[in-house]
């Protein structure tokens, strides 16, 4: 087996906790793919996203859905509520003790999907280590105490995990350019808009500014201190400023406007649905059972 490490970066908004953390190095033990069908459970099956992702499990090669897990529609087909054209025979139900088991008999490779709430990640995630299962978390609004409680007990337990603050490839390489780029700029601004109001600014906005913070780089020097309401939320202390824009029909988009002499670099992520989502998702799928502990960000995975 070959040993792996790998950084975790947990975001400066958790504060002083989240910088002490964020320097840690867990490292992993990488052994070879199995040859066998992952089955795959999803917890908030019923959800937009959840009804997404098992459309996209039961069309990804090598994979298999063994679990809808949700307490809304239960003994319904997960297929149907999906909008299959035929129904997958397998219903949706509340109890995940009850399907891990099962799968856990058969000796298979198992992979938990966790799309419920901050307050039940971790019991799913250790009932899913205890029979065997790896697990990938997209559950927005987790906290930081219970990643680093996570990490901790995926480590004893030797098993895998993702932690997940986005699993849309486009976002995590939005984001790697936009570092790159912050080298070379000194003036950047975000710009994003969303069709609903929500909690604004957006974690993926808060995210690349968290990421192009602590670079060495102050921005917008000329106006950082101004409280004008019209110039935007300034994340963290190096002066990155956020605009967000909310109005029906428009797509979910963040840009990162970047300014030097003569010249406007933009970097640009349009998203139109969940879609976006599952490329992601079955690539971590296929990648987290390789690990024996937990990782944090999909960007480990590209």
């Given at each position: 087996?070959?040993p792996l490490c790998h950084p975790v970066r947990v975001s400066r908004t ?98 938990v999907v966790d799309f419920s709430e901050p307050s039940t990640v971790y ?147 349009d998203v139109t649905n969940v879609q976006c989502l599952m490329p992601g ?22």
């Amino acid at each position: 087996m070959v040993p792996l490490c790998h950084p975790v970066r947990v975001s400066r908004t958790w504060g002083k906790i989240a910088r002490r953390n964020a320097a840690k190095v867990y490292c992993s033990m990488e052994t070879p793919p199995s040859q066998s069908t992952i089955k795959v459970v999803i917890i908030g099956a019923t959800k937009e996203i959840g009804r997404t992702a098992i459309v996209a499990v039961s069309k990804a090669r090598g994979m298999e859905l063994a679990g809808a897990i949700d307490s809304q529609h239960i003994g319904e087909d997960a297929g149907q509520i999906s909008g299959m054209e035929e129904p997958l025979e397998l219903p949706v139900l509340n109890d995940l003790t009850m399907v891990l088991g099962s799968i856990a008999q058969s000796r298979a490779t198992g992979v938990v999907v966790d799309f419920s709430e901050p307050s039940t990640v971790y019991d799913n995630v250790k009932q899913a280590a205890a029979f065997g299962l790896s697990s990938i978390v997209y559950v927005p609004k987790i906290e930081l105490e219970t990643v680093t409680e996570l990490s901790a007990f995926c480590e004893k337990a030797s098993m895998g995990c993702l932690v997940a603050p986005t699993l849309s490839i486009g976002s995590v390489l939005l984001q790697q350019a936009a570092i790159q780029a912050s080298f070379h700029y000194s003036n950047v601004e975000i710009v994003e808009s969303r069709p609903n109001p929500s909690d604004l600014p957006s974690q993926d906005a808060i995210q690349i500014a968290n990421n192009i913070s602590d670079l060495g780089q102050i921005y917008n020097r000329e106006d950082m201190d101004t409280s004008s309401p019209a110039r935007g939320q300034v994340l963290g202390e190096d002066g990155v400023r956020v605009h967000s824009l909310v109005l029906p029909g428009l797509v979910s988009s963040t840009s990162i406007n970047y300014s030097g002499p003569g010249e406007i670099y933009t970097l640009r992520h349009d998203v139109t649905n969940v879609q976006c989502l599952m490329p992601g998702l079955i690539l971590a799928i296929r990648k987290v059972v390789r690990l024996k502990n937990l990782i944090y960000g999909l960007e480990k995975f590209l």
